[in-house]
């Protein structure tokens, strides 16, 4: 399977290439582009100077960009947090796009939204202050709405970007969990 992973606000770090080789030692293909050029952050505040600084049109056309030499195989597209938003918006917009792994994040749909029974999984703490009930219920409906097989898993405790080691948010049992249900889904597509 060819994955195209997206970084968090925090940039390229350890944890997302630890990520990357978790998913070859399961046999994948993984992408992992560097959409701040190199810049990683230590706060969640940070990230978001960089984000704006670069735009979110411009982080797109990266995204994009990023994927395209690889688009015509079949993607599956994962992120995590600002990552899986980018990831959602390619995965809904490329027909060939085979599967959608977010982790800590989402997107707003267009409501023209479609996809053709495109599987998608969600990890999230529970709460999180990025992705409260209120927008995750809605987020949910809508993606199923616009033709998404969505399974949702909520982590009760873990701090938002709990599956990387190196940030106060990480919980040990949430991310093995993570990654266990993760390399399933990986597997069935």
């Not at 960089?50 to 015509?72: F, M, N, W, Y």
């Not at 023209?112 to 999180?128: E, T």
């Not at 399974?151 to 990654?179: I, M």
């Amino acid at each position: 399977m060819d994955i195209m992973l997206f970084h968090s606000a925090f940039g390229l770090r350890p944890a997302v290439h630890a990520a990357a080789e978790r998913l070859r030692a399961a046999g994948h293909e993984v992408h992992v582009p560097d959409l701040y050029d190199g810049r990683t952050t230590e706060t969640v505040e940070e990230g978001m100077k960089i984000k704006d600084e670069i735009g979110t049109d411009e982080l797109l056309r990266r995204a994009v960009t990023a994927s395209a030499p690889h688009s015509e195989r079949g993607l599956v597209y994962a992120g995590f947090s600002l990552g899986g938003s980018l990831a959602q918006n390619l995965a809904l917009a490329d027909e060939k796009a085979r599967g959608l792994l977010l982790l800590h994040g989402t997107s707003d749909l267009t409501d023209d939204a479609s996809v053709d029974d495109l599987p998608v999984q969600l990890h999230v703490a529970d709460p999180d202050p990025f992705e409260p009930d209120d927008w995750l219920n809605a987020w949910y409906l809508r993606m199923r709405r616009a033709g998404a097989d969505v399974e949702v898993f909520r982590y009760r405790g873990a701090g938002h970007l709990y599956t990387d080691p190196d940030l106060a948010d990480y919980d040990a049992e949430a991310a093995e969990e993570t990654w266990r249900a993760a390399l399933g889904f990986l597997e069935s597509l």
